[in-house]
Each structure stands twice: as structure tokens, then as C-alpha cells.
């Protein structure tokens, strides 16, 4: 009889044949419990000497959507599990925004927009948050809106970017190179700090050409840059801002680049809300720099009361000039002591600096 062959295989009679035929049909292995199908065929040949199986294909593994009205058998490259719900699911079911399945979305988009969305976490604000329109401050670790965030200081909001550069603000005080008198009131002054402000308050200043888009108004109170770019030139007015949450008195503390220590304002009554201009100690003179070039530096005191720092002094006077050494030391001790011994919630502090350059230079 002739002989016929089927792939590298020789058959040899019509019996042979018959088997192959009867045996040609595929069956799928079932999978091993726990997992998804898995699709196998097979040729059973029957040959004078024995039985041969041949397994000509294996698919990949596959699962069940388990979105509702999907269902499809799908290859574990093309699934995820979802977060919320821990069902396996098609990626063209998968949520990018919120990263779970398309209906655990719609429910949790359902359960914020019946909340309202978390509350901001920032003092004073009352805004509800939304997906995608929050962060989350590395220091105080408050979730607050994205316009508290600060822009110089990443990762961290206003309030505590503020503190931090109030802390560099100190940290530049102590290690100024002062002498004599000037050294020791500076010391006593950077130890007046309120290290928990139960107000928002704020002075800086603002030097011709300084870009003022760099300010950022917030609910709470305007945000400003730090330092004064390109800073002001000897014989240039000085312009003094301010702004506060509450009613309160300013006095501040002028570290200048000479060493003299001036007492710029003392009980300067203010009202809360809108940023406050001053451009001299009073409506009768004005302020104006002179030098030498440096950093000059305010140190500035806001007290629901008024602050007897120094009673027979007024405005802009040099604190060199007023008694002794020992008097505007033990008058700046005196005076950080009594803040300490106020409530919490009765004052806070604030200082900022800028720089003075020779307009010949």
C-alpha cells in the first residue's frame, strides 16, 4: 500500500489513517485551580509500534473582566487589579485619574461630590478639595489647596514657609558680626520669637522695580517675595507694608548696616484686612536710606496690646542713643520676657530684609 505521511511523521496502511482522523479533534487542558484558561491542542497518533502525542500550541494565560458589563477573556498583559475593589479588569476599564476601575471612579466621584470634597486644611479657609487640585505640605503635613502652596519654598505652604525663613532670618542675626552694644540687643532681639502664631501678620518692603506679579493674594493674607529684587540705593524713600488678620499695635526693630539699632515704630495702631503702606514715622517725615551698603534687616512685633518697649522713646529714634548699654539690653530682655508671659494668642512676630547698594557702584 501506499505510503502517506503527516508532518515528520510516516503512516503506514488505512487503519493508521482512521486513527489519525478519529484523533485530529483539540482539546482544551483545563487550568490548574485558582488560575485562568489556558488553550492547548493535540494530535493522538496511533502507529503500529505505540501511541505518540503531539502538542502543536499552548495560548498565554487568560482571565475574565470582571466590569460588569464586560466579561471578555482577556491575556494577563491586557488586565489590572483594582485598587479599591481588587478585581481583575480590562486596562480599557481602568480610571487614569483616580488609578482604579472605571466604576469604583464613578462611586468615589459620587461620594465627593455628595461630601463636597475633603476641607482644606489651611487656617481660615473654607474651601472643599477636589481631585487633583490639593497638596500636601513635607512640614506641617496639612492637605490645603493649591493656592497656599508657596512658590520660592517647594513642597511647603505659606505659614510654613514663613517660619522657615524667619528661622534663617535668626540664624543670620546671631552670627552677624555686631560689636558692643549692637551685638547684644541683636541677640536679645532674634530670641523674641512666637514659635506658635495664632494670627497671620506680615511687614515687607518694596523696592523700585521690584515685579509685583510676584505677589500672590491668598483668603488669608497677601503672600510677597522675601527679598527685595535689586533691593533700594542710598538716598532712595523707604516704603514699609504691613498687613494683619486682626486688630492689632506694630512696633518694629531696625537692625541697620551701620550696627546702630533704630526704633523704627513703637504702637503703630492697625486695622485687619487690606495691606497697610507707610512711608515715615509719621504724616510729617519720611523715611530714606542711607548707609553704608549691606543688609539692613526689620525685626517687627504685632501685639493685641500696646507694647511698653520703650516708653520715653519715640519713633525712629537710635536705641544707641537712649541710656546705656545696660538699659537696651535689659529693656529688649525685659520686653521678651513680658511677650512671653502674654497669652499665646496675643502676638506674633515677623521680620524680613533687604539689601542696600551704593548708588555709585
Excluded at 488505512?14 to 485562568?36: F, I, T
Excluded at 500696646?306 to 520715653?312: H, K, S
Amino acid at each position: 500500500m501506499e505510503n502517506r505521511s503527516i508532518g515528520d511523521k510516516t503512516l503506514d496502511g488505512q487503519n493508521d489513517l482512521a486513527s489519525v482522523r478519529s484523533n485530529r479533534q483539540p482539546s482544551v487542558a483545563g487550568p490548574p485551580a485558582g488560575q485562568g484558561a489556558r488553550d492547548s491542542t493535540s494530535i493522538k497518533v496511533v502507529g503500529g509500534d505505540g501511541t505518540i502525542n503531539i502538542t502543536t500550541r499552548e495560548a498565554p494565560r487568560r482571565v475574565v473582566c470582571n466590569i460588569t458589563t464586560c466579561g471578555a477573556l482577556i491575556a494577563e498583559a491586557d488586565c489590572f487589579v483594582c485598587g479599591r475593589c481588587q478585581r481583575t479588569v480590562c486596562k480599557r476599564h481602568k480610571d487614569v485619574e483616580l488609578l482604579v476601575c472605571e466604576e469604583c471612579a464613578a462611586i468615589k466621584r459620587r461620594e465627593s461630590g455628595a461630601a463636597g470634597g475633603i476641607p482644606c486644611q489651611f487656617q481660615g479657609c473654607d474651601k472643599r478639595l477636589s481631585g487633583g487640585h490639593e497638596f500636601h505640605c513635607r512640614r506641617c503635613n496639612r492637605t490645603m489647596c493649591l493656592s497656599h502652596r508657596d512658590t520660592s519654598l517647594d513642597g511647603h505652604c505659606v505659614s510654613c514657609a514663613e517660619i522657615m525663613r524667619r528661622e534663617r532670618f535668626d540664624k543670620i542675626a546671631l552670627n552677624w558680626p555686631l560689636t558692643g552694644v549692637a551685638a547684644e540687643a541683636a541677640r536679645e532681639l532674634v530670641r523674641i520669637s512666637q514659635p506658635k502664631p495664632a494670627f497671620q501678620a506680615r511687614i515687607w518692603t518694596q523696592a523700585t522695580g521690584v515685579d509685583r506679579r510676584e505677589e500672590v493674594v491668598t483668603r488669608d493674607i497677601t503672600v510677597v517675595p522675601r527679598h527685595s529684587r535689586g533691593g533700594y540705593r542710598i538716598g532712595d524713600r523707604f516704603t514699609l507694608h504691613c498687613q494683619t488678620q486682626r486688630d492689632c499695635y506694630l512696633t518694629v526693630i531696625d537692625l541697620g548696616t551701620s550696627g546702630n539699632i533704630y526704633l523704627l515704630l513703637q504702637n503703630r495702631r492697625l486695622q485687619a484686612g487690606n495691606p497697610v503702606e507707610l512711608t515715615g514715622p509719621d504724616k510729617d517725615h519720611i523715611w530714606r536710606i542711607g548707609g553704608p551698603p549691606g543688609i539692613e534687616r526689620l525685626k517687627a512685633l504685632f501685639t493685641l496690646e500696646p507694647l511698653e518697649l520703650f516708653p520715653n522713646a519715640p519713633d525712629f529714634s537710635p536705641l544707641g542713643q537712649i541710656g546705656t548699654t545696660k538699659n537696651i539690653v535689659t529693656e529688649l530682655r525685659h520686653a521678651r520676657q513680658s511677650l512671653q508671659q502674654m497669652p499665646a494668642d496675643a502676638w506674633v512676630d515677623d521680620s524680613c530684609d533687604f539689601t542696600i547698594e551704593d548708588p555709585g557702584a
